[in-house]
């Protein structure tokens, strides 16, 4: 379902040369996984997941969602396939702050050309699905961190779209919270969705369906290094 062909991208270090965030890496993933992308800071997740999401022009190789070429697409098409066809989940969750949750998970549809009535009714709807319909009126403010991700994953998912794409979804949660995040896309996961999370937790990952590293911007198909408790 997406295709990832040896993908490389260069970037331009500042003050001369060049890094190699990713390095030729070639990956599938069914309709229906629950992948984690794991690897040391600086090994290339981040970039794999933007390139992955048509947020990052790779310098070679190619990302293939579905039956589409994303880098074929022209920038116009290839941000209308953002909007529908991927759901980037942040970090910091990057709500609007003056949105309530309800806005907050309407906007996208809004930016996809839905009518207000059809956001605002998508919106209500995955509010649900996620527990947080009691929140609908709050301000990302008004919120406990493990909820506004959870709002977060709403912006995500309005839209239906055919992958998630989650860049450390935890990293700003407690354990506990964490692992109640991970446990919402476990049963997303289980609803069919597809997913590939990017995480440095590994205990987290092993939670997944399958788990992907990287080193210095290539897979790394060595057996995982020894996690001491
Ligand atoms: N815009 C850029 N210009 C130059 N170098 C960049 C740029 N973006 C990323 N890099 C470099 O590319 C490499 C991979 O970065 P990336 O953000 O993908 O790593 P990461 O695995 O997500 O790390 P972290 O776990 O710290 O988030 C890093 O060495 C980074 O410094
Ligand atoms: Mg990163």
Redesign the pocket.
Known sequence: MIRVDNLTKT???PGGGE?H?LAGVSLWIDRGEFVAVV?R????????LFAMGGLATPTAGHVQLGETRVYDLDREARAALRRTEVGFVFQTFNLVPYLTCLENVALPALLAGSSRGEATDAAARVLERLGMSARSRHRPAQLSVGERQRVGIGRALVNGPRVLLAD?PTGNLDPATADQVVDLLRELNGEGQTIVM?T?DLRLAARAGRIVR?RS?ALDTDPPERVTA
Not at 41 to 48: E, M, Q, R
């Open positions: 970037f331009a270090a890094v965030a690897g800071s600086g090994s290339g997740k981040s970039t794999l450390e990017v440095h990287l911007g």
